[in-house]
């Protein structure tokens, strides 16, 4: 069984999210009805507590980013944007609180957010002791195209968006939720990814840009990605992202994370190998699950010794000094006092405690050598699989 139980880890982030979808409009409402909670921040006027529908900011033609429009030091509370395109702009030292963006284009020569604000943590209600409100914005249908530098996005949500060429450097996504979304070519660099929920994510390729480290706790869950396209391009990068989430969580000393995620890595990954690399790679599954799974090796044992059981009952076994030994024509007729007495010896001879009621054959030896080799390898793998998930 694996360390991480995918199905559990997924309900509790549709639970999470709910309720902090609760949360959010609860709050909303309340600033909206009382504008003396907001008294620590300055609302800008043409932006704070308004609904935009299908407008434009920004420049419709493509700049380069030192030529992007700045928006500077403002403080955006409880907007609301619908259908709205961002392009060209630049915030900078910006608060966006309790904002909504539904089904907006962040496009064009993209939308950076530098040293930007996205939730309001602390509460003006009393008591307001070991309190916090959590109050996070809202991305939902949207196609962002964007920077993200050195922002708070702690509880942010961002539920069925593309997110294309997006880099987080130097930011806090902790405990942010990203549900059904795309990520095609997202870059992070020394960010806090603790207790971050990704979950129905298709990910199309995912980099760590790290100078120092990107934070990940038991928390961060990054749910199993699903195949599209079958092809062997997707299979390579599948298996691309799942190792850089396994090196990522091994940088963290999340070893049980790690060895997840290896798991994955290595399922993908075998669909993209030759025939003979790819049986090698099948038979470590089986036997150890790429030293993940060490109840595979128990499952794989039953099976060996129910394999040689059948095979003794052809090569020749001697029990109560008569020979038992089948053709193949002669299979429906195999007794079931034949068969338990193939699988004591099997079993006898893969645990190494040998047998008494039965005796081998002249050709029954070398199979039984054949099922020696078999075993002290399986047992070994076996021992040391479990050793080391004891040892994490």
């Not at 996070?136 to 964007?146: A, D, V």
Request: aromatic fraction near 14%.
């Amino acid at each position: 069984m694996g360390y991480i139980n995918f199905k559990e880890e997924r309900s509790a982030a549709y639970e999470e999210l709910k309720k902090r979808k609760e949360n959010n409009e609860n709050i909303f409402r309340e600033m909206a009805k009382d504008r003396n909670l907001d008294k620590n921040f300055k609302p800008d006027n043409k932006f704070s507590y308004k609904t935009f529908n299908k407008e434009f900011f920004g420049d419709k033609k493509d700049k380069s980013e030192d030529e992007f429009q700045l928006i500077e030091n403002i403080d955006i509370l409880c907007g609301k944007f619908l259908e709205c395109n961002f392009s060209n702009i630049r915030f900078k030292d910006c608060k966006f609180i309790g904002c909504y963006f539904e089904k907006c284009n962040f496009k064009g020569g993209g939308v950076t957010f530098d040293n930007c604000i996205f939730v309001k943590s602390d509460t003006n209600k009393v008591p307001s002791l070991n309190i916090d409100d959590n109050f996070s914005c809202s991305f939902n249908k949207c196609n962002i195209y964007s920077k993200f530098i050195g922002c708070n996005l702690i509880y942010s949500i961002f539920e069925e968006c593309t997110l294309t060429n997006t880099n987080f450097e130097d930011s806090d996504l902790s405990n942010a939720i990203f549900i059904k979304n795309q990520w095609k070519k997202i870059a992070i660099k020394d960010s806090n990814l603790k207790g971050i929920k990704v979950v129905k994510t298709y990910i199309e390729d995912l980099d760590f840009r790290d100078i120092l480290k990107s934070k990940l706790d038991e928390k961060s869950f990054f749910d199993k990605i699903e195949v599209r396209k079958k092809t062997r391009d997707e299979y390579e990068g599948l298996y691309m992202v799942y190792e850089t989430l396994a090196d990522k969580f091994k940088e963290n000393t999340l070893s049980n994370n790690f060895g997840e995620y290896y798991y994955l890595c290595n399922i993908e990954k075998r669909k993209t190998l030759r025939p003979l690399p790819k049986a090698q790679s099948i038979v470590s599954w089986a036997t150890c699950g790429y030293g993940e799974r060490p109840e595979f090796t128990f499952i794989s044992g039953i099976i060996i010794i129910l394999i040689f059981s059948i095979i003794y009952l052809f090569s020749g076994i001697i029990v109560e000094e008569e020979v038992i030994q089948y053709t193949f024509r002669e299979i429906p007729s195999i007794t079931l006092r034949h068969l338990n007495e193939a699988m004591n010896l099997s079993f006898g001879i893969f645990g190494g405690v040998g047998w008494n009621s039965s005796e081998l054959t002249g050709l029954s030896y070398i199979i039984e050598n054949v099922q020696i080799i078999i075993s002290v390898i399986l047992i070994g793998l076996g021992i040391g699989t479990l050793t080391r998930k004891i040892v994490r």
